[in-house]
Nanobody
Framework: QVQLVESGGGLVQAGGSLRLSCAAS??????MGWFRQAPGKERAFVAA????????YYEDSVKGRFTISRDNDKNTMYLIMNSLKPEDTAVYYC??????????????????????WGQGTQVTVSS
């Protein structure tokens, strides 16, 4: 049975940091990613990482502030979030994709390409 379990969300002041974790069980994936859904908005891509090779992809607004990484031995993905802003407030979801790879990095940003999802963890950034 495949499970993705997120942890690490919480309340932080603007400028602060948080680390999110996503522990995967049941199988190994080709790509894992983070998406977020802010109040009143649709869920949107944040970052993704290829399990083999470690290539990373970021949404423009988080580049330079967020870092995605993975621990192959623990089958766990992380999102280190620095310099947090109130507009980063959202429920953050972990997602996993079985497809070996795509010809363009565009596809890693598409929710429809991911096969499994976690339950989400709330991140709230106060001003």
């Amino acid at each position: 049975q495949v499970q993705l379990v997120e942890s690490g969300g919480g309340l932080v002041q603007a400028g602060g940091s948080l680390r999110l974790s996503c522990a995967a069980s049941g199988r190994t994936f080709s790509t894992m990613g983070w998406f977020r859904q802010a109040p009143g908005k649709e869920r949107a891509f944040v970052a993704a990482i290829r399990w083999r090779g470690g290539s990373t992809y970021y949404e423009d607004s988080v580049k330079g502030r967020f870092t995605i990484s993975r621990d192959n031995d623990k089958n766990t993905m992380y999102l280190i979030m620095n310099s947090l802003k109130p507009e980063d407030t959202a429920v953050y979801y972990c997602a996993a994709d079985l497809t070996p790879g795509y010809s363009s990095s565009y596809y890693y940003r598409l929710q429809s390409k991911y096969d499994y999802w976690g339950q989400g963890t709330q991140v709230t950034v106060s001003s």
